[in-house]
């Protein structure tokens, strides 16, 4: 089955202890990305990237890293997350080229405390 | 910057109505239009893609149109039913920004 998974889906962490919220897509897509979602803030883009070794700052990077060494994984990490971290991030992929639907993951919840 | 609002916030109707809800984006440089659904806690299922050059798209009771000279897209659901109830999110692929998002419009199908 075609899919985005994320892991974990739900992680309850304390300020400054980093974590990695891992994003795997199976579909051979070049394009994957990282968003929060936030109530009255809607999805915002983290970060994005295009193919390996090629990452890019989306709307609000800030206080987030991410890598991308297989085409299929793109891990989000937080070195020292904060409160204010505290969302629903989401992962999605697609093909190259811009003329694709996007994918998306089901998901992680973080609380930071 | 693009900028996507979405209209109403919220609806409630009683099952059976057909409805209309609104998209609208601020600049017209889009590659593409999608519509997504959300369930509470849940992740995002793509409903519809309409490409810049399409005036819409269907997918059984949903009929999504663009109207990208105006800015505005809308998404028809015929015959609205109690699992129709979600939230509705509008997304633009623009030209050198990637993907924005609309605010989502939630929506209550009565039984």
């Known amino acids: 089955e075609a899919q985005v998974t994320q892991n974990p889906r739900y992680l309850i962490t304390v300020t400054g202890k980093k974590l990695t919220v891992t994003c795997s897509q199976n579909?051979?897509?070049?394009?994957m990305s990282w968003y929060r979602q936030d109530p009255g803030l809607g999805l915002r883009q983290i970060y994005y990237?295009?193919?390996?070794?090629?990452?890019d700052k989306g709307d609000v990077p800030e206080g987030y890293k991410v890598s991308r060494k297989e085409k299929r994984n793109f891990p989000l990490i937080l070195e020292s997350p904060s409160p204010n971290q505290t969302s629903l991030y989401f992962c999605?992929?697609?093909?190259?080229?811009?003329?694709?639907?996007?994918?998306f993951g089901p998901g992680t919840r973080l609380t930071v405390t | 910057k693009q900028e996507v609002t979405q209209i109403p916030a919220a609806l409630s109707v009683p099952e059976g109505e057909n409805l209309v809800l609104n998209c609208s984006f601020t600049?017209?440089?889009?590659?593409?239009l999608q519509w997504f659904r959300q369930d509470p806690g849940k992740g995002l299922t793509s409903l519809l893609l309409?490409?810049?050059?399409?005036r819409e798209q269907t997918s059984g009771r949903l009929n999504a149109s663009l109207d990208k000279s105006s800015g505005r897209s809308t998404l028809y659901i015929a015959a609205s039913q109690p699992g129709d109830s979600a939230t509705y999110l509008c997304?633009?692929?623009?030209?050198?920004?990637?993907?924005?998002f609309g605010p989502g419009t939630r929506l209550s199908v009565l039984p």
């Open positions: 579909m051979n897509h070049e394009y």
């Open positions: 990237s295009m193919n390996v070794e090629v990452t």
């Open positions: 997304a633009v692929n623009v030209y050198g920004q990637n993907f924005v």
């Open positions: 600049d017209s440089a889009i590659y593409n």
């Open positions: 309409i490409q810049s050059s399409q």
């Open positions: 999605a992929s697609r093909p190259s080229g811009d003329l694709y639907e996007q994918y």
